[in-house]
């Protein structure tokens, strides 16, 4: 598997400098190409959010202040992702994904792409044609639009996603760790982490007997990475008096990872929003980057 197309959806400004850094350094590193996508408000989305009873006036109000605040965040989206290439010397090419000639110079290209619809939709539509997603950690204050990406992403689109922290960290993919629990969901994040698992300088496999479940192990991993060039350590971890999830964040970053690899949800959303696990915790307090798959 080969990065060639790295996604950021973009629906506002907020943490958006740390996810345009970090996919900014992946498309460096897989001379990829990197299209941020804005969604803009359409009527399609404003009308069935409005309420019965509401007067003309006021559906035409809600409906100005709506399509107004959108186009303010698409211009502020634009202006921050020009600047970006422009400091990062990432050219910048029109339409969703440059043409490439066999004699084409090689390096890192950008294009802005921009939308209008159910943002849950198009981003999920426009994340299976690209090989990684790149969005930023949710925002905790309630930033709906943020969570909406990030899942619509993970459960609707089959590839892999890097959720990454407010704070923009100094590397990424060079010391990873990956959060190994048995399922399907942790495989499809390996599978989808591999080409960085290859280029990664060290990896580790951390598990622990109250985070497997049936399925293979620790040493069957390691021995699946050695067949693919990758020599990985293995690391048990936990503890009798933290979650599973704070645990192996904790091992992370003794190892000094800054990239962590897991499956996502492998219990329920629902069930993990009442009680907790090891996804949510990582997703509301990762201070790392962390590369995810269900």
């Given at each position: 598997?080969?990065?060639?197309?790295?996604?950021?959806?973009?629906?506002?400004?907020?943490?958006?400098?740390?996810?345009?850094?970090?996919?900014?350094?992946?498309?460096?590193?897989?001379?990829?190409?990197?299209?941020?996508?804005?969604?803009?408000?359409?009527?399609?989305?404003?009308?069935?959010?409005?309420?019965?009873?509401?007067?003309?006036?006021?559906?035409?109000?809600?409906?100005?202040?709506?399509?107004?605040?959108?186009?303010?965040?698409?211009?502020?989206?634009?202006?921050?992702?020009?600047?970006?290439?422009?400091?990062?010397?990432?050219?910048?090419?029109s339409g969703n994904a440059p043409s490439v000639l066999p004699d084409a110079p090689r390096g890192p290209t950008a294009s802005f792409i921009t939308h209008k619809g159910h943002t849950r939709?198009?981003?999920?539509?426009?994340?299976?044609?690209?090989?990684?997603?790149?969005?930023?950690?949710?925002?905790?204050?309630?930033?709906?639009?943020s969570s909406d990406t990030l899942h619509a992403v993970l459960f609707e689109s089959g590839r892999g996603v890097i959720i990454v922290p407010p704070d923009a960290p100094a590397s990424i993919?060079?010391?990873?760790?990956?959060?190994?629990?048995?399922?399907?969901?942790?495989?499809?994040?390996?599978?989808?982490?591999?080409?960085?698992?290859?280029?990664?300088?060290?990896?580790?496999?951390?598990?622990?007997?109250?985070?497997?479940?049936?399925?293979?192990?620790?040493?069957?991993?390691?021995?699946?990475?050695?067949?693919?060039?990758?020599?990985?350590?293995?690391?048990?971890?936990?503890?009798?008096?933290?979650?599973?999830?704070?645990?192996?964040?904790?091992?992370?970053?003794?190892?000094?990872?800054?990239?962590?690899?897991?499956?996502?949800?492998?219990?329920?959303?629902?069930?993990?929003?009442?009680?907790?696990?090891?996804?949510?915790?990582?997703?509301?307090?990762?201070?790392?980057?962390?590369?995810?798959?269900?």
């Open positions: 598997m080969c990065v060639r197309s790295i996604l950021l959806p973009l629906g506002s400004t907020n943490h958006a400098e740390s996810a345009l850094e970090v996919g900014g350094q992946i498309a460096r590193m897989f001379d990829a190409h990197l299209a941020v996508l804005h969604v803009g408000t359409d009527m399609q989305e404003i009308g069935p959010l409005m309420g019965e009873g509401l007067s003309g006036a006021m559906m035409e109000d809600m409906i100005s202040a709506a399509l107004k605040e959108s186009a303010t965040h698409l211009k502020a989206v634009r202006r921050m992702f020009h600047d970006f290439t422009r400091r990062a010397h990432i050219p910048v090419l939709s198009v981003v999920a539509f426009q994340a299976r044609m690209s090989d990684i997603v790149v969005v930023r950690q949710p925002d905790p204050e309630g930033d709906v639009a993919g060079q010391r990873i760790c990956i959060g190994w629990n048995g399922t399907c969901e942790a495989a499809s994040a390996v599978h989808h982490a591999m080409p960085l698992l290859r280029r990664a300088e060290a990896v580790q496999i951390l598990f622990s007997p109250a985070y497997q479940r049936p399925g293979p192990e620790a040493r069957d991993v390691a021995a699946y990475l050695a067949l693919h060039g990758v020599n990985a350590t293995i690391h048990k971890f936990g503890s009798d008096y933290r979650p599973v999830g704070e645990d192996m964040m904790a091992a992370a970053h003794a190892f000094g990872a800054d990239m962590v690899v897991m499956g996502a949800y492998s219990h329920s959303r629902l069930r993990q929003m009442i009680l907790g696990g090891v996804t949510r915790h990582v997703l509301e307090n990762s201070t790392i980057a962390a590369l995810m798959s269900r």
